[in-house]
């Protein structure tokens, strides 16, 4: 298996998530444990314009990461309970990333981040140096179909309706 390098995150969002489909989400425990999660599902959220995202509302503590190099992980709270986590891709002040919004056996962002026991700590880490949490290829070719984004209906019809969902074909 190959960790994924920085010239796989260094481009846009809209490239990078349908590539992180069938790719493998690798979390080593405290105790050196390693957890493996092939990803299913993802979502991409692309600039100041894209409504749903976060950069949308500007630049604040919160969407700091938006902002930062390829690579970071991006974790917030989401309804004050569950951590969502992305990945930061293309250009540094360019903001966009991609939600990883699935796994096959784990069916949602937070029961994904609850699984591989992904809080708030990593936000600002990277995917790209991180010893204890990383993305990998295993090689392994996949099919994957797209639909619309979940859970963003604020965002309005024409930035809800994107077919910026990217689903693994099971």
């Known amino acids: 298996m190959k960790r994924l390098d920085e010239a796989f995150f260094h481009r846009d969002c809209l490239e990078v998530a349908p590539d992180l489909v069938g790719k493998i989400l690798v979390r080593r425990l405290p105790d050196g444990t390693i957890l493996r999660?092939?990803?299913?599902?993802?979502?991409?959220y692309r600039g100041t314009e894209d409504l749903a995202c976060h950069a949308s509302k500007g630049?604040?503590?919160?969407?700091?990461?938006?902002?930062?190099?390829?690579?970071?992980?991006?974790?917030?709270?989401?309804?004050?309970?569950?951590?969502?986590?992305?990945v930061i891709t293309g250009e540094s002040e360019q903001p966009q990333g991609v939600l990883l919004r699935a796994g096959v056996t784990h069916n949602g962002p937070a029961k994904l981040t609850k699984y591989l026991q992904v809080d708030k700590r990593f936000n600002g880490d990277s995917f790209l140096t991180s010893e204890e949490l990383w993305i990998e290829d295993?090689?392994?070719?996949?099919?994957?179909?797209?639909?619309v984004r979940v859970g963003i209906d604020y965002a309005g019809e024409i930035w809800k309706n994107k077919p910026w969902r990217f689903v693994l074909d099971q």
Do not use: F, Q, W
């Not at 999660?37 to 991409?44: D, G, N, R």
């Not at 630049?59 to 969502?84: F, K, W």
């Not at 295993?138 to 639909?147: A, I, L, N, R, V």
């Open 59 to 86: 630049r604040t503590p919160r969407t700091e990461m938006l902002y930062r190099e390829s690579g970071v992980i991006y974790v917030y709270l989401c309804y004050g309970m569950h951590y969502l986590m992305n």
């Open 37 to 44: 999660e092939k990803i299913a599902e993802t979502e991409a």
């Open 138 to 147: 295993d090689g392994m070719p996949c099919t994957y179909h797209t639909d």
